[in-house]
Each structure stands twice: as C-alpha cells, then as structure tokens.
T-cell receptor, first 112, second 114 residues
C-alpha cells in the first residue's frame, strides 16, 4: 500500500535557523509530490509541487524541496525560517489514480 | 469562484443522529475528493469523484457513510447513526482533469459527536 512517512512530528527552531523536514514515500510507480502547509486556523495550502523535470523545486515563501528518486524522498528546506513560518507541514504523494496520500504532518514552531 | 467551499464549518450532533455536509468545488474542476483529518494526523482519503461518478472509496468509508455528486458539481457526505469516533475534520478538495494537477482544499467541516 502507498504510504508517506514524515520523520519529525514536532520541530522547534529559532528565527533565522535553517529548516529541513524529511519525507519518504512508498510507491513504485510515477508520482506527483507535494508539500502543503496549514497555518493556524486556516485551510491546507499548496507550498510547492513536483511533477517532472528539475528535481529541485522552488515554492512560495522561500521554500524548496528536492526529489531524490533513488531514495523515494522529497525533503523540504528553507535556509532561514521566520516566526510566520509557524504552521503544520504535510508531505503528500499523488499516485496514478489521482488519489493524494498525506503524511502525518510536522508541526513547526519558530521562536521569535 | 474563489475556492472550495464547505458547509457547515462546524457541526455538533448527538450520537446516533445523521449528519450531512456539503462541498462546492472550484467550478471548472471535474474531480472532487473527501478526506477526514483527526488530531495529530494528516488527511486520510475517503472517496473520489470524477464528474458524477464515484470512482474510488476507502475502506475507512463504512456503510454508515455515503457520498454523492449528483450533477457533477457540488457533493454531499452523509454520515448515518453517528458515533463518537466519527468526530473529526472532514475536508473536501477538487482538482482539474489532467496528469499534472494538484488538489485545492476547502476549510473543512469540523464534526463533534457528543
């Protein structure tokens, strides 16, 4: 069965620290990969996506992610976090049936 | 059309009652999805429509759950004989037809069964 694993459930960082959130998926076929963000009290929003081409994708608000096919990974990075990045981050995989499978999420708290 | 709309935003019901939620997708989107999210978890897939056809249902969708999309536009999710374990956020998402497409989510309906 397809699954998505996020390595950290909670991350606490100080402002200006670098961020890397791990994501691994299990699915043998072609996948589309996403990171969604959910700010407190708001709905899920797309942060970035990978469909094909350059495995390093850039999203909104300075976030980027790298698809490493051999490792079935799609880690999210940001060089310098801000207090406003405090949110929950979800890695997701869309398989051939157009069903999106989500990881359990990582709660990021950025200390001002 | 500014996005996926879900109603109601909150629903409190007594155990054993039936509830129905509505989702209005982005107007040009053919695909519609229902998810359930509980505290500390990511959204779990429930079911998926392409136009009015329900193409996939999760094992999570017990016989008490039914979803419809009668005219290929809005969708309803009904839960019969609610149980406390049904308490969750129910999310609706929509996407366009195509290989390279992402899902756009609504704000969800939070169900509390007391």
């Amino acid at each position: 069965a397809q699954s998505v694993s996020q390595h950290n459930h909670h991350v606490i960082l100080s402002e200006a620290a670098s961020l890397e959130l791990g994501c691994n998926y299990s699915y043998g076929g072609t996948v589309n990969l996403f990171w969604y963000v959910q700010y407190p009290g708001q709905h899920l929003q797309l942060l970035l996506k990978y469909f094909s081409g350059d495995p390093l994708v850039k999203g909104i608000k300075g976030f980027e992610a790298e698809f490493i096919k051999s490792k079935f990974s799609f880690n999210l990075r940001k060089p310098s976090v801000q207090w406003s990045d405090t949110a929950e981050y979800f890695c997701a995989v869309m398989t051939g049936g157009f069903k999106t499978i989500f990881g359990a999420g990582t709660r990021l708290f950025v200390k001002a | 059309d500014t996005g996926v709309s879900q109603n109601p935003r909150h629903k409190i019901t007594k155990r054993g009652q039936n509830v129905t939620f509505r989702c209005d997708p982005i107007s040009e989107h053919n695909r519609l999805y229902w998810y359930r999210q509980t505290l500390g978890q990511g959204p779990e897939f429930l079911t998926y429509f392409q136009n009015e056809a329900q193409l996939e249902k999760s094992r999570l969708l017990s016989d008490r759950f039914s979803a419809e999309r009668p005219k290929g536009s809005f969708s309803t999710l009904e839960i019969q004989r609610t149980e406390q374990g049904d308490s969750a956020m129910y999310l609706c998402a929509s996407s366009s037809t195509g290989v390279d497409t992402e899902a756009f989510f609504g704000q969800g309906t939070r169900l509390t069964v007391v």
